[in-house]
């Protein structure tokens, strides 16, 4: 049986039927992890707050980053040409190339309808050789409230080539069109995102204007080949 103290007097506790008297603890400022004594040999244990440090994370040469090290030095790869392009290889849980052509060709379909869309379409298909390309041209939003809107229109190449049990997907020949701002520009994306531009100084944070360029390109790239390998492996 439990029974609440009355509001100004000490608090007590009915245990068994002995009232136990726990007199109320006194701000001190000193902190002190000493439990303190009842009347009756009870003792209130004192429970010391956990406070959670946050985690930073440092490079082997000491370098603490300011931002997630997938957005940092070594993101973005290029072609034999210094050209940017994401690749991504999967096999398909041993399925035929037709089904594999299938399967993408219905998701690269319905990217041409993704609610950012402005113009994206399936360009070109061979079905004998098992490639589908699309020129993407959509919105990559940065940020979005009642007030503001923060996006640029964003174009790129997505191809997808296929064999039995294997495909490859490729994102390429990225523009960012940034316009009305006064900041707006047009520039394809290796004067944006490429380590010179889109990172700072120390390449352990990234830069205040293209930063958030590379941040969401990687984003979304990470989505549309997620999405693909997830259909394929299914």
């Known amino acids: 049986e439990l029974e609440p103290s ?23 400022t000193e902190s002190t992890n000493a439990p303190s004594e009842t009347n009756q040999g009870w003792i209130v244990p004192k429970v010391e707050k956990c406070t959670e440090v946050a985690k930073k994370t440092v490079t082997k040469n000491g370098v603490t980053l300011k931002d997630d090290p997938k957005y940092l030095e070594g993101a973005i790869p290029t072609n034999e040409n210094g050209k940017i ?61 009642f007030l503001s809107l923060d996006r640029t229109e964003f174009r790129y190449l997505l191809v997808a080539q296929i064999a039995d049990n294997a495909l490859t997907v490729t994102l390429s020949k990225i523009i960012y069109n940034y316009e009305g701002r006064s900041t707006g520009f047009k520039e394809p994306a290796e004067n944006v995102i490429s380590d010179r531009y889109a990172l700072n100084k120390k390449k352990n944070g990234l830069a205040r204007i293209f930063g958030k360029f590379r941040k969401g390109t990687i984003d979304r790239k990470d989505q549309i080949f997620s999405d693909i390998k997830a259909l394929v492996k299914n």
């Open 6 to 28: 009355i509001a100004n007097e000490p608090a007590s506790i009915t245990i068994n039927g002995k009232t136990i008297v726990v007199k109320n603890q006194q701000k001190n």
């Open 85 to 145: 392009e994401f690749t991504m290889q999967t096999d398909a849980n041993g399925k035929s190339a037709k089904q594999i052509y299938d399967l993408v060709y219905n998701y690269f379909s319905n990217l041409t309808q993704d609610k950012n869309n402005i113009a994206s379409r399936v360009a070109l298909v061979n079905p004998k050789e098992n490639i589908i390309a699309n020129t993407m041209d959509e919105w990559l939003v940065f940020s979005q409230s």
